[in-house]
Structures are given as C-alpha cells and as structure tokens.
C-alpha cells in the first residue's frame, strides 16, 4: 500500500498495469524499511557527539557537523557517517571544495593527530587516512555500542560538503520521487561494491545529481513553489504526484546503462532545468586515470566544474546498470 498523507510521505500512484504496479509497491516499502528512520537518526548522533567530545580533547575549539546522505535524509540504514571538523585548520575557499598544497600539509597534520586521538581512545576499531586525495580524510569504524557500528569518514574544513546538504534537502522537496529512486540505486551500486567514490565507484554526489538531472529529463513532477504570505516568501507544496516508481526507477537504469545518454558530447548537469550540458561546457583537467572521465557531469555548486575525475569504474556502473534493466 502506498504511503498516505497522514505518514508525511509522497503519495503515489498513476499505474499502467499489475506488473508496474507490484514494482511501485515494492520500491515504497523497500524506502520505507531501508532508509534512515528515527532510531538510526539517534544512533547517528550519538555517534557524532561522542566523536566529537574525543577530537576536542586534541582540538578544544573543534565542532563537528555531518554531512552527505545522513544529513540529506537519502541515507540508506547501514550508511557511512560523514562528518566535517570545523573551527580548525584552513577551510575550503570554493564552492567545489579541495585545498592547495599548503593548507593540505595543514589539514593532513590535523587528521594525523585527530586519528591517533580515536585509536587512542578506543572510539575506533580501525582506521586508514587517505592524505594523498584532493581533499584529505581518514575513513574509520566506530566501536560503537553494538555489534557493529558505523562506517565514518571524517575531513577537515570542507565546507562545501554541508552547502550540498542544502542544495540535495530543496531538490527531495521539489521531486518526491527523488528519496525512493536514490535507495534503490544506492542499495544497487552497493550490492555490487560500486558505491564509493574513493575506490572510483559512484558516490552518493554524483548519484544525486544523475538522479535529478534524469528527473528533470523526463519532465517530472517537482514543482514546490513559493507564495507570498504577510510579505514574507513561503514554502507551498504541490499536490501530492501521480508517479509511478517502477517506471521512474526502470527509465533512470535504461537512459544512464543504455543508450539514452550520449556519454562523448553531453554532461549530467543537474542544477540546469534541462539535467543536461554540452560536454565542451565543462572544465576537464587530465587526470591520474586519463584524460578524460568516462561520464561527465557538472557540479550543481559550481557552473563548468566537473565533478567525476575520480569516477574511474563507471563504466561498470553503466554495465550494472545495463544489466539490472534487462
């Protein structure tokens, strides 16, 4: 059954036939049952908060924020926490991100001391700093209060990570659709080690932005709008969408995994209302993986900055998702 007004969800609906419609009801319950909720919010942040209270230890002035799918609501249950240390070390000056070589010696002594501090303490069962990126992090697994714990990574000054929070948090109220699609595609690229963009997968950026950008494609139903009440500007939704998920979700799989997309002459722009850009429009620089990415796609921050160079296994995201079509 699909989600009523009364949960808070999207209502959808506007299905062609039985086989569309089992697909619709299963991707609502599988967002309902492997996204985020309420209890893994707390978790979440008590695991923050406890994170925190050890890097202050070194960092007095520190705070930390979170940022990417946790902080955005597209997390999936067993997501990564991103988290960013504030009020310490340099602090990225563009919307795009990523520092220059000195602030990088400065953040990388930072992260030193900061890994050191949660070994030291026991706040990580391990941990592996990747200094050598664009912008430095070091990528660790809490103890936790269970079996298991969570996955972190945490940076230093990238400021631009909770901007895209903001960006990602307008585009799941424009596009209903946008929440149950990303979960899907996440729990995919998962299942198939194709998830992190460290390892040259398809990260949860660049999967949000594929996702818009094929919504405003295909002409979806975003349309939050604004009204004027009292002279102030105020937030009034659309009402609820006539979507159906299983096409939403098959046609996102056929355009990026088959022939729908011109990879040589175009580029995934998703803060663009037409999703798309000529790939001559983007800042290309070469790269240790070649000269030019497979996919292209414009950051949704920054006009002409591309956003894939490190995006080195996407043409078996592609392949995964030709093959999940068929």
Request: proline letters at 5%; hydrophobic letters at 40%; one cysteine or more.
């Amino acid at each position: 059954e699909a989600p009523s007004a009364a949960t808070g969800a999207p209502r959808f609906g506007g299905h062609d036939d039985d086989d569309t419609l089992r697909l619709h009801e299963q991707i609502v319950a599988f967002a309902r049952r492997a996204g985020s909720d309420a209890a893994d919010a707390v978790r979440r942040e008590a695991c923050r908060a406890r994170v925190e209270s050890c890097v202050r230890r070194v960092f007095p002035s520190a705070r930390l924020a979170c940022f990417g799918s946790g902080a955005s609501g597209l997390a999936l249950r067993e997501a990564d926490i991103d988290l960013v240390v504030l009020g310490v070390g340099p602090e990225c000056s563009t919307l795009g991100g990523g520092f220059n070589k000195s602030d990088r010696t400065e953040l990388v002594s930072i992260l030193r001391k900061i890994e050191r501090q949660l070994r030291r303490e026991r706040v990580v069962a391990r941990a592996q700093g990747i200094y050598t990126a664009k912008v430095p992090i070091v990528k660790a697994h809490t103890t936790g209060d269970d079996a298991t714990g969570f996955a972190l990574d945490l940076t230093v000054g990238a400021t631009n990570g909770l901007k895209a929070v903001d960006w990602i948090k307008a585009r799941v109220e424009e596009f209903p659709e946008l929440r149950p699609l990303v979960l899907v595609l996440k729990k995919l690229l998962k299942t198939h080690s194709l998830d992190d963009a460290s390892t040259g997968g398809c990260g949860g950026y660049l999967l949000v932005s594929l996702a818009v950008a094929h919504l405003r494609m295909r002409g979806a139903s975003g349309g939050a709008r604004e009204n004027v009440s009292g002279g102030k500007k105020v937030a009034v939704l659309p009402p609820p969408p006539k979507v159906d998920l299983g096409v939403v979700v098959t046609s996102f799989l056929r355009r990026f995994g088959g022939d729908g997309f011109d990879y040589a002459r175009s580029a995934v722009a998703a803060n663009r209302s037409s999703g798309l850009a000529r790939a001559a429009e983007l800042v290309v620089t070469p790269g240790p993986y070649g000269k030019r990415p497979f996919i292209l796609c414009e950051d949704p921050q920054e006009v002409g900055r591309n956003i894939t160079a490190s995006a080195y296994r996407f043409k078996e995201v592609r392949a995964l998702f030709r093959a999940a079509a068929e």
